[in-house]
C-alpha cells in the first residue's frame, strides 16, 4: 500500500493515514518516530520532514512561530495550529515560500477555527498547498492525465498480444483459449440439435 515515503524500520511501525476514493495522506509525524540514542541530530526523523513540502504544526505556545525552525530547500507551506486557552478555539497561522506555492485555503493566516471543524479544515489545507506546490512544479504531471497515459499503454499493450498469451496473462497458467470456428460450429449444432428435438 502507500507509504508515503516511510520505511517502518527507521520511522516506525505506524503513523497517521487518511484517505478517500480519490486521494491518499500519509502524515510523517516526528513525534511518532523512534528515537536513536546514539544519533544526536536524528537524522532518519529530519530526512522525512526535511523533504516534505507542507508541514503541519502544532504548537502550546502563543507566541509566532518561526517557519526556518526546520530548515530545508522544501518546507514551503506551514500551517501552525495553536490552541487558545480556556476557549475551545483554535489559531492558524500559515506560511508559505510565496514564488513557490499559490494561493491555498480554506485555511488562511490569522483564522480561527473551533474544534469540531479543526481536523478537515487543517487536513484540506494541506492537501490544497501541496497540489498547489507541485503543480507549480515545471514538469509535473497532474494524477489523472497521467493515469489516463497508463491506462492507454496498458490497453495498447494487451491490444498487441496475441489472444492465447493475453488470456494466459490475465487468467494464469491455465487458461485455455477455444478457437473462435470451433466453438460457433459447436454452438450450431447444439441449436440444430436442440431445434431436431422439438
Known sequence: GFDGGLDARSTGP????????????MFHVVTSMPTKPSDRQQIH????????????VW??????YRPATISS???DAHIVVCPLRGSGLYRVQVFTKP???????PLMDGMVVTKAMLSTLV??????ANRERR?????YGRPYPTRQ???????????DLPPNELLHRLLGANAQFKNASSSSSNSSSSNSSSSNSS
Open 123 to 128: 487536513r484540506h489545507t494541506a492537501l490544497n
Open 149 to 159: 497515459t497508463y491506462i492507454n499503454d496498458i490497453v495498447k499493450r494487451a491490444l
Open 45 to 56: 526523523k529530519k530526512r522525512q520532514v526535511g523533504n516534505d513540502h507542507v508541514h503541519i
Open 14 to 25: 505506524e503513523s497517521i493515514y487518511y484517505a478517500t476514493s480519490t486521494t491518499e495522506l
Open 59 to 64: 504548537t502550546d505556545y502563543e507566541r509566532d
Open 99 to 105: 514564488t513557490k506555492v499559490p494561493l491555498f485555503g
Open 73 to 75: 530547500q522544501f518546507n
Open 135 to 139: 503543480y507549480a512544479t515545471p514538469g
